[in-house]
């Protein structure tokens, strides 16, 4: 019970602390995405709540937060629209299983092939929407119902209040860390706004303008288990199972990089595959609980993490702490100025962004510089687990660009008047067409020898390279000797059998010799 309430590095004043100013911002951020996802306020709060606590039990990273995310809610938007929000429940419990499978299948641990630059991009671009979010706060609705900018004396007392809470968030620290500062800045701001009765927006207001019922409220009961209302049958599952393998991959690839994001931060290193167990199990119970489900929450994991949170009594107290918000305390954390809240995700966006990126680009070669706008890019105006695909496939393709320029051989001729020719480099489908350019069988004596001492055969491309260019030395009426495969290399020349009609000992017409020399 100890190891459960409390990591090695934290404390549990500290985590107590922080998980309490992680549940004051969590609830706009739940709200806004529930509507996202046009379903409930409620239904994002108790998404909220279930993913928190959840995987704060079970997880495998002390310390991050997860609840419901504007990522998955985009993903959410047509089920909901065609289908009703019961279709989404069931397809929250069928994305919370294909997560438990890919995590006891053990495939948490790909996420160690996504490139630092990718990472880098990743870290930008949910800054850039993190902060783009935010400006949300800063329209109102005119007497016509529509939403405007605002203006003079509301924009200033705003912009004000915002700088108050960031120059608290900022400069308490310097005089104590006794207390998480974004947590004194959300009371301190509060107080000040209801002690003089400033007339500005708090939670209460956004959740009227957001959903356009005067009779709003945060408050509510206890979630309670339910079944989804879906046929059980073949169709439903050819409706809900492209929303739920998608959902399940961005929810994964979220969590799975803010993971990677803290364990740097905190320079520990958390569990990969126990962390997807933990995001399916918790999606599972939020489709059996009425909630929209979720994943890792960076913005939330950074106020956390800058809060001292350290330890699973963050994530558990934070998640508890909403709940209690939910039951008891509603009226008290409607009153709370957006102002205060933007503050704290001000600094989280500046805490987040890699400043140091711009002075990186200009020392790592052009295409990590690429990548990196790239990544930002496409985060920004897509979705996070789209722009990391990309991110990783362009990493690849160039990866691959510049070990095919790698190939080359050099030449001699043995005692015996063999050409020997030394290959340096991968052989793949990327050199494959390069390597066949480097011999000329029209020209070289009888016999001719392939070294491989400083290459290795790589895939499919490389097979069918070797295939072709010992066709050629037959119908030049030479023979070609391969020398120096490796195990693997060999072992894959044999397992390819017919399909590249290459065998290294006995093809009678290749005449391809695998001479052990040294």
Aim: glycine share 10%.
């Amino acid at each position: 019970m100890f190891d459960l309430l409390r990591h090695k590095t934290s404390s549990s004043k500290a985590d107590i602390l922080s998980g309490l100013t992680v549940a004051l911002a969590l609830i706009p951020e739940a709200v806004a995405f529930a509507f996202v996802a046009h379903v409930e306020p409620m239904v994002g709060l108790y998404a909220a709540f279930i993913m928190g606590l959840i995987t704060a039990l079970i997880g495998g990273r002390p310390g991050m937060i997860s609840g419901a995310t504007g990522a998955m809610a985009v993903v959410m938007v047509s089920l909901v629209v065609e289908h009703g929000v019961e279709y989404l429940f069931a397809a929250v419990v069928l994305a919370g299983g294909i997560q438990i499978l890919a995590g006891v299948c053990k495939l948490g641990k790909f996420i160690r092939i996504v490139p630092y630059p990718v990472m880098i991009g990743f870290v930008n671009g949910l800054a850039i929407v993190i902060f783009l979010a935010q400006l949300g706060q800063f329209k109102v609705k005119d007497g016509a119902g529509n939403m405007v900018w605002m203006e003079s004396t509301p924009l200033m007392l705003m912009l004000g209040l915002i700088a108050l809470t960031m120059a608290i968030i900022h400069f308490l620290p310097k005089l104590t860390t006794a207390i998480p500062s974004s947590l004194v800045a959300i009371l301190t701001v509060t107080g000040i706004v209801v002690g003089f009765d400033l007339d500005t927006r708090n939670v209460l207001d956004f959740l009227k303008t957001m959903s356009g019922d005067e009779a709003a409220t945060i408050a509510g009961t206890l979630p309670s288990f339910s079944i989804p209302s879906v046929p059980f049958n073949f169709e439903t599952l050819y409706i809900i199972l492209p929303y739920a393998c998608i959902l399940a991959a961005v929810g994964l690839i979220e969590s799975l990089l803010t993971l990677t994001v803290i364990d740097e931060m905190t320079n520990s290193r958390g569990k990969g595959n126990k962390e997807c167990v933990g995001q399916g199990v918790g999606n599972i119970t939020s489709g059996f609980f009425g909630a929209m489900g979720g994943c890792a929450m960076i913005g939330q994991s950074m106020i956390n993490i800058n809060s001292g949170g350290r330890g699973r009594l963050s994530g558990i107290t934070a998640a508890l702490a909403l709940l209690a918000f939910i039951l008891f305390g509603a009226a008290f954390i409607e009153i709370i100025p957006l102002a205060a809240l933007v503050g704290v995700m001000f600094i989280v966006v500046l805490g987040t962004f890699e400043w140091a990126s711009f002075k990186v680009m200009r020392k790592v070669p052009k295409h990590d510089a690429f990548v990196i706008v790239l990544v930002t890019t496409v985060t920004v105006f897509t979705d996070l687990a789209f722009a990391v695909f990309v991110g990783v496939i362009v990493s690849a393709l160039v990866f691959a660009w510049e070990h095919a320029k790698h190939i080359n051989v050099e030449t001699s001729v043995d005692a015996n008047g063999w050409k020997i020719y030394r290959l340096n480099g991968p052989l793949f489908f990327g050199s494959a067409a390069s390597f066949l350019e480097l011999f000329t069988a029209k020209d070289d004596p009888q016999d001719v020898i392939i070294d491989f001492q400083n290459s290795r055969v790589a895939d499919h491309s490389a097979l069918d390279a070797i295939d072709t260019l010992a066709e050629r030395y037959v119908n030049a009426g030479k023979t070609l000797h391969l020398r120096h495969l490796s195990q693997d290399c060999q072992a894959l020349l044999h397992k390819a059998g017919n399909l590249v009609e290459v065998n290294l000992i006995e093809d009678p017409s290749y005449k391809v010799a695998d001479d052990k020399l040294d």
